[in-house]
């Protein structure tokens, strides 16, 4: 199936084997396609690229074969997996992206996030993505051992879930004047994006955006190709 495609918020873990089987179907059946955007969250987790984790191998092996087969892979840093760096890419065969990042889709400029930082009337979590995101935090994160880095991997997630499970719902989706102000700022008129965990298409006074899901009852994908882009589900 050619074209260009679109993933992200799969949070892969080994407490979920099933996503990793849905990513490795989805990867055999789309070994003609010109290029694959992971945008983020592709693990629940991650503590550095140096991780020997049994899943961390298995993935880049995944995503190597995939990549070898000719579709150029690009990965993106989410708000789970920040800590990812070029080594993995490199190993998995694919390219880290900035986020944000502007590609050229089929003569479009379009502008690929995460998308946590378009959340920004959740004050606390943007205060502490900016010290997560300091060069020097995570220099002294990964530093540590590997063993203290799962541990405070684990504490981070249960803080968040906490936190999450308090906060309203408008305050964890995206701040639309902020969606129009990037827009804005790189000077196009579309937006892909994941982090919520709500696909669907909308459209803002700058330009359209196009909201990826999570992969947690079914895989959603996003296919585009010259004057397409479309949101799929697909069942596992």
């Known amino acids: 199936m050619p074209g260009t495609w679109f993933i992200s918020d799969l949070h892969l873990d080994p407490a979920r084997p099933a996503v990793t089987r849905?990513?490795?179907?989805?990867?055999?059946?789309?070994?003609?396609?010109?290029?694959?955007?992971?945008?983020?969250?592709?693990?629940?987790?991650?503590?550095?690229?140096?991780?020997?984790?049994?899943?961390?191998?298995?993935?880049?092996?995944?995503?190597?074969r995939y990549s070898a087969a000719g579709p150029a892979l690009y990965l993106m840093r989410g708000n789970r997996d920040f800590l990812l760096g070029e080594d993995y890419c490199a190993r998995a065969g694919g390219t880290l992206l900035a986020d944000p990042t502007v590609i050229d889709l089929y003569g479009r400029r379009v502008l690929l996030m995460h998308g946590d930082s378009l959340c920004t009337a959740d004050e606390a979590y943007q205060?502490?993505?900016?010290?997560?995101?300091?060069?020097?935090?995570?220099?002294?994160?990964?530093?540590?051992?590997?063993?203290?880095?799962?541990?405070?991997a684990a504490q981070l997630r249960g803080m968040s879930q906490e936190a999450n499970s308090n906060?309203?719902?408008?305050?964890?989706?995206?701040?639309?004047?902020?969606?129009?102000?990037?827009?804005?700022?790189?000077?196009?008129?579309?937006?892909?994006?994941?982090?919520?965990?709500?696909?669907?298409?909308?459209?803002?006074?700058?330009?359209?955006?196009?909201?990826?899901?999570?992969?947690?009852?079914?895989?959603?994908?996003?296919?585009?190709?010259?004057?397409?882009?479309?949101?799929?589900?697909?069942d596992w």
């Open 167 to 234: 906060k309203a719902e408008d305050i964890m989706d995206v701040t639309p004047a902020e969606v129009d102000r990037v827009l804005r700022e790189h000077g196009v008129d579309c937006l892909i994006h994941g982090h919520t965990h709500r696909p669907d298409h909308h459209v803002h006074a700058g330009g359209e955006r196009w909201v990826l899901g999570d992969w947690y009852e079914h895989a959603w994908v996003m296919k585009a190709g010259p004057g397409q882009l479309e949101l799929v589900k697909i």
């Open 22 to 64: 849905a990513l490795a179907a989805f990867l055999d059946a789309r070994r003609d396609a010109e290029a694959l955007y992971i945008l983020g969250d592709f693990f629940e987790a991650w503590v550095g690229d140096d991780d020997d984790a049994p899943l961390a191998r298995e993935v880049a092996d995944l995503l190597a």
């Open 127 to 152: 205060q502490f993505r900016r010290t997560a995101r300091s060069p020097e935090w995570q220099a002294d994160i990964l530093a540590r051992p590997l063993a203290e880095r799962r541990a405070l």
